[in-house]
């Protein structure tokens, strides 16, 4: 069964009915159900972050909303492991010339090993390490 990776931007664009993407999200969802959807603590960190500072609502709904996906036998979570990490950081190192962060980094490498080549994102990152970015 193919699976698709989920970025941030996407988790985002789903959880945000103004967003620009929100549709698009909504579509892209609709298109992969029955499909496994993969992602990361650490993107799921970076989209707790970004809430963070939005009001109390949007933490609650923040929180609510990963403990929900965490349930769901169609999302499968991956967790930094050590080796992980430490790949996710030869990648970080070895491209100075790029703006990747290190949760790009580790969702590049996690892509490579699960051998997935759609990433619902709207991230050009993705795009430059050779993923088709489904929101774009």
């Known amino acids: 069964m193919p699976q698709v990776f989920a970025d941030t931007s996407y988790w985002i664009a789903l959880n945000s009915p103004n967003d620009d993407l929100h549709i698009r999200a909504i579509e892209e969802t609709v ?34 909303f990963v403990l929900g996906i965490r349930a ?32 790009d980094c580790s969702s590049i490498m996690l892509c490579q090993q699960e051998k997935v080549s759609d990433v619902l994102t709207y991230d050009i990152h993705f795009v430059q390490a050779g993923f088709n970015a489904l929101l774009r």
């Open 31 to 64: 298109r992969w159900g029955g499909n496994v959807i993969l992602t990361s603590e650490a993107v799921l960190v970076e989209f707790l972050d970004g809430c963070a500072t939005r009001g109390e609502q949007t933490r609650k709904m923040a929180a609510a």
């Open 72 to 103: 769901l036998d169609e999302v499968k979570i991956v967790t930094l492991s050590s080796e992980l990490f430490q790949t996710s950081l030869a990648l970080y190192e070895s491209r100075p010339d790029k703006k990747w962060s290190m949760t």
